[in-house]
């Protein structure tokens, strides 16, 4: 049973930064598509970023490239997201989620929210101005 455990979230101000992380367990491969995704209220979940560990990627969206940067520490099975300049649209609830095993590097590409069936419950990001 794939499991995922996020942490990191809070709040900051416009300009500031913060980590995610994501403790993933329960794969029965080493090699998957995991990412991170947010849902501001009032709005759709949108893709943020993914990466098929030991495979390809990181892959971002648009909003996301060049401000925030996905890893993984393999040792420790955990993904992170660091969140540079931080701007007041950024505020939203941040998912760590991740694709059935053994699914392409093109789906995990494409980045859509309907391809992942593993989510985490979340952890809130909050910019201020």
Do not use: H
């Amino acid at each position: 049973q794939v499991q995922l455990v996020e942490s990191g979230g809070g709040s900051v101000q416009a300009g500031g930064s913060l980590r995610l992380s994501c403790a993933a367990s329960g794969y029965t491969y080493s090699s998957y598509c995991i990412g991170w995704f947010r849902q501001a209220p009032g709005k759709e979940r949108e893709g943020g970023a993914s990466i098929y560990i030991g495979i390809s990627g990181p892959y971002y969206a648009d909003s996301l490239k060049g401000r925030f940067t996905i890893s993984q520490d393999n040792a420790k099975n955990t993904l992170y997201l660091q969140m540079n300049s931080l701007k007041p649209d950024d505020t939203a609830m941040y998912y760590c989620a991740s694709m059935p095993e053994l699914r392409s590097a093109s789906v995990c590409r494409r980045g859509s929210p309907d391809d992942f069936i593993y989510w985490g419950q979340g952890t809130q990001v909050t910019v201020s101005s």
